[in-house]
Each structure stands twice: as structure tokens, then as C-alpha cells.
């Protein structure tokens, strides 16, 4: 957890410290990790350049037959400052979808902390249950 959950800036750089350790920076497209009597973590790579990298992150569940991310996260790293920023969140099963950013000059400011804070109690969780340990 974060000292001051207040501080955005301060949950940037620590959702980009844990997803560094979670491994994203080393995966090249996509990759599943897995803890035992959880669902698998599913992270594929959008984009990557020198300066950012955009990835989704989610869990798949079955419904209907189909294999649907739920919730899914689109979040992009920003490699010279060490931060991130959540960009989406869906949860399909809900019918929930959310855009921080509309445009560059329009920003949800709201759901930006909310989903940031978010992001990073999940990241908090995944350690817990042991996402962090790949095989």
C-alpha cells in the first residue's frame, strides 16, 4: 500500500514499481501467469516504443461459452519516469466500460484517481496470492 493514498503521483510510481516486478517489462507480446487456485493473469503487450509501453492486463472467465477478459485494464508505462497511467477499464460481465482519457485535452479526472487506486490495490492482491512467483 501506498504511504500517502492521496498522492497520484505517488500511486503512479508504485503501480509501475510492482508491475516492474511483476515482470511486464520483460514480456515481448503475451504471457500467462498463473497462481495456484486463482484465475491466470493474462498480460499482452498493445504497444512499445522507447519512451512508453501500453499493455492489458485482465483475467479470463468463461460466460456463455465464450472466453471474455473480466476485468480487463489497459494501463500505459511511461519508461522515463517511472510511472504508469490506467488509460481503460472494462468489466464486460457487469457492462461496465471506462476512458480516462477522451481526447488530449479531456481527462475524467475522477475515474483517473479511482482507477489508478484501483490498479493499485489489485497489483497489491496478485502479490498476495502469489502472481508475483512465475513458474
Known amino acids: 500500500m501506498v504511504e500517502d493514498e492521496y498522492d497520484i503521483e505517488v500511486i503512479y510510481q508504485d503501480n509501475y514499481?510492482?508491475?516492474f516486478l511483476l515482470g511486464v517489462m520483460d514480456i515481448t507480446s503475451s504471457k500467462k501467469i498463473k497462481s495456484k487456485g486463482y484465475m491466470d493473469l493474462n498480460i499482452d503487450v498493445l504497444e512499445d516504443n522507447d519512451e512508453t509501453r501500453v499493455i492489458a492486463m485482465a483475467h479470463n472467465i468463461i460466460?456463455?461459452?465464450d472466453l471474455i477478459a473480466d476485468p480487463e485494464m489497459t494501463i500505459k508505462l511511461f519508461k522515463n519516469t517511472a510511472e504508469t497511467k490506467v488509460?481503460?477499464?472494462?468489466v464486460y460481465s457487469l457492462g461496465v466500460y471506462e476512458k480516462i482519457y477522451e481526447s488530449?485535452?479531456?481527462v475524467d479526472y475522477h475515474s483517473m484517481y479511482y482507477l489508478n487506486r484501483y490498479l493499485n490495490n489489485w497489483l497489491i492482491t496478485l502479490e498476495e496470492r502469489g502472481y508475483y512467483t512465475t513458474e
Do not use: A, F, S
Open 17 to 19: 514499481r510492482r508491475l
Open 63 to 65: 460466460m456463455d461459452g
Open 87 to 90: 488509460l481503460t477499464y472494462k
Open 104 to 106: 488530449e485535452n479531456v
